[in-house]
């Protein structure tokens, strides 16, 4: 009697057991030592589009990739070390579809034995799919955010051209003057090429911070990158803001991208500027590095004890109470009126930090002002090379250059620059004419040089028909702004430097013979 009780209880058992199985959501498979699934529940069967029977007596890697097998048979080494883990890898269905999962992988022990694997798995699909959607959304939100202040940025823009046009009309008309009376214009023009070198650099802040970026991370150095930022939200504040920088010049690099940094700095000094609505203040931004402690890392679940740089932003404005702290990270949260701004400009700020594996602290106190501290990792075993030239060595050379541009007065100062350095100039106007001139004499011409956009021929069509006349003639673009060309796509294409425009005398010299030399090699 007692054993038909005892009987009764295992097959009550053994069918509980069952039930748990078969009502489990997530897959549940049980392999053996070689690897040969022995049970499969029916959710596992429904992620792999098989009956649960079919996959019984298989080899598990039946449905495991193959640039995954490594993964599988690294985890079956940890479990005959006894050990149980947790991982990601592919599967593929029986329609061949590829999916992810998350294993949690236990020993089979049995009477005191390893006798196989027991996994759960979870399918990712669902949970990758919202991550890629969440990341486009942000990206769409950082880039509307972005829009938002560059319009912020077009009345300062316009005030710091105007002044730089006003430098270079009023020593230009004094060089004329000096040249007429006898005296030397030197000092007038050196002032006009120092006021055109200011809105090159303006030009370029802009586009860097205007381009719509993929984010993509590399090794940088943050303090060159405040003081560009710095450089171009001074043409936004008021001078009634006293505007003070403290930045170090030996600080470890950081994994980021100058685009990032900027839109970090234009955001809150905006934010800084509004604050004083108009009055005088300061507006203060500090860079050195920094080491977390424990202490600090176990405060804030963003930080982890080690090496960082700190960058402080400090503004002397109306500050905020706790209620608005709480909630400036906030997306579309703003104390601003109606048409003042979106409320976004914070929340991308902390979005950012985020992205860079950095945290944000803030403090502030009404009628005093606000503090953030921005935490960035930094990147101790990056190289950063930095271009060493001497400035005042020009190389020149006797090669023969090939030489066009749409614009005749460029095609008639660039012919006088390089004839200077001492070169052999062919300069015309026309891509075609450049073209013709080189089917004629392939072998006369040392070194094309191009512009990128030209009526006709694109430089960078022209290039690809020069190669076809002379495979190995060297080539450098010269572009004043392009979408279509940076340094990756013009190596592709064969191109040997790519140059933008405004470009001075020295490194026009300098890339014409980096170029030369690099061939003759």
């Known amino acids: 009697m007692a054993t038909r009780d005892s009987g009764a209880q295992l097959e009550r058992l053994a069918e509980f057991n069952r039930a748990i199985i078969s009502s489990m959501r997530e897959g549940l498979v049980v392999a053996d030592n070689d690897g040969v699934f022995q049970l499969v529940n029916p959710a596992a069967g429904r992620m792999l589009g098989y009956a649960p029977d079919e996959l019984v007596g298989q080899q598990q890697n039946c449905v495991v990739p193959e640039d995954q097998i490594s993964v599988v048979l690294a985890a079956q080494r940890r479990r005959e070390q006894g050990d149980s883990d947790s991982y990601e890898l592919d599967l593929v269905a029986k329609d061949s579809t590829r999916f992810p999962v998350r294993v949690a992988g236990s020993p089979l022990i049995l009477g005191g034995e390893l006798t196989g694997t027991i996994a759960v798995f979870t399918d990712l699909t669902a949970q990758k799919h919202e991550k890629v959607q969440r990341e486009h959304l942000q990206g769409q939100l950082r880039q509307a955010q972005k829009m938002e202040a560059l319009g912020q940025l077009a009345g300062g823009m316009a ?19 000096e040249v007429t009376t006898g005296k030397s214009p030197i000092g007038s023009l050196d002032e006009v090429l120092h006021a055109a070198d200011r809105a090159s650099q303006l030009v370029k802040q802009v586009l860097s911070f205007s381009r719509r970026s993929e984010d993509t991370l590399q090794p940088i150095s943050l303090c060159p990158v405040v003081d560009d930022s710095l450089n ?3 043409s936004t504040l008021p001078s009634t803001m006293d505007v003070r920088r403290a930045v170090c010049s030996d600080c470890a690099p950081i994994s980021g991208n100058a685009t990032l940094i900027h839109q970090i700095l234009l ?14 203040g300061v507006f203060e931004v500090s860079v050195h590095p920094y080491i977390v402690d424990a202490d600090l890392a176990r405060r804030n679940q963003d930080l982890h004890a080690g090496d960082y740089i700190r960058m402080t932003v400090r503004d002397t404005g109306c500050g905020m109470d706790a209620a608005t ?17 979106t409320g976004l400009g914070l929340a991308v700020v902390h979005g950012i930090v985020s992205q860079l594996g950095g945290a944000i602290t803030v403090e502030s106190e009404p009628g005093v002002g606000t503090t953030f501290d921005i935490f960035l990792p930094t990147l101790l075993q990056a190289a950063i090379v930095l271009e060493d030239l001497d400035q005042d060595e020009v ?17 008639a100062m660039t012919r006088l620059q390089l004839s200077q350095f001492g070169y052999r100039v062919t300069a015309v106007a026309r891509s075609e004419e450049a073209l013709k001139r080189l089917a004629a004499q392939p072998d006369a011409f040392d070194l094309l040089i191009t512009d990128q956009t030209m009526p006709g021929l694109t430089g960078g069509e022209l290039a690809v ?21 940076d340094d990756e796509r013009a190596a592709t294409q064969g191109i040997n430097a790519l140059l933008a425009k405004p470009i001075s005398r020295t490194e026009l010299a300098r890339t014409v013979r980096e170029v030369l030399d690099r061939v003759e090699k």
């Not at 105007?162 to 230009?172: D, H, K, S």
């Not at 702290?325 to 701004?341: A, D, H, W």
């Not at 028909?465 to 572009?479: G, K």
């Open 232 to 234: 171009l939200l001074r």
């Open 159 to 177: 005030h710091d051209f105007n002044n730089i046009l006003q430098m270079i009309v009023g020593f230009t008309d004094l060089a004329r003057i």
């Open 395 to 411: 190389p020149g050379g006797d090669e023969h250059i090939l030489f066009v541009d749409d614009e005749p007065q460029i095609v």
């Open 325 to 341: 702290l709480e909630r400036i990270f906030e997306p579309y949260f703003t104390t601003k009126l109606r048409g003042e701004g």
């Open 267 to 280: 955001n809150l000094g905006t934010n800084s500027m509004q604050s004083m609505a108009g009055d005088s």
């Open 465 to 485: 028909q020069a190669r076809l006349i002379r495979p190995d003639l060297p080539i450098i673009l010269c572009t004043g702004y392009s979408n279509s060309f």
